[in-house]
């Protein structure tokens, strides 16, 4: 059974940091491509930063600089830091597994919300 389980989302204020936590289980996680991507009510789903399995990462433009994707292989986790948080960044946050083969599959964790307000 594969699972994508998501910590440390929640309310926090403008300016303001969160760490989100996504231990995956029964992948082959250090095959895995990771990402996280945001979804804000009315918006499309949108891919927020990535991390390769080889370590390569990449962000969207409204974060770089604010956000840092990371991946601990020891563990099977993907974390995402949030810095200088803003009351745009609120939205639904969810993990995303990226097998890349037909047999290994990609799989979506459960979402968790992040919510930015003073």
Do not use: H
């Amino acid at each position: 059974q594969v699972q994508l389980v998501e910590s440390g989302g929640g309310l926090v204020q403008p300016g303001g940091s969160l760490r989100l936590s996504c231990a995956a289980s029964g992948i082959m996680f250090s095959r895995y491509d990771m990402a996280w991507y945001r979804q804000a009510p009315g918006k499309q789903r949108e891919l927020v930063a990535a991390i390769s399995s080889g370590g390569t990462t990449n962000y969207t433009d409204s974060v770089k600089g604010r956000f840092t994707i990371s991946r601990d292989n020891t563990k099977n986790t993907v974390y995402l830091q949030m810095n200088s948080l803003k009351a745009e960044d609120t939205a639904v946050y969810y993990c995303y597994a990226a097998g890349r083969t037909w047999l290994r599959g990609n799989f979506w964790g459960q979402g968790t919300q992040v919510t930015v307000s003073s």
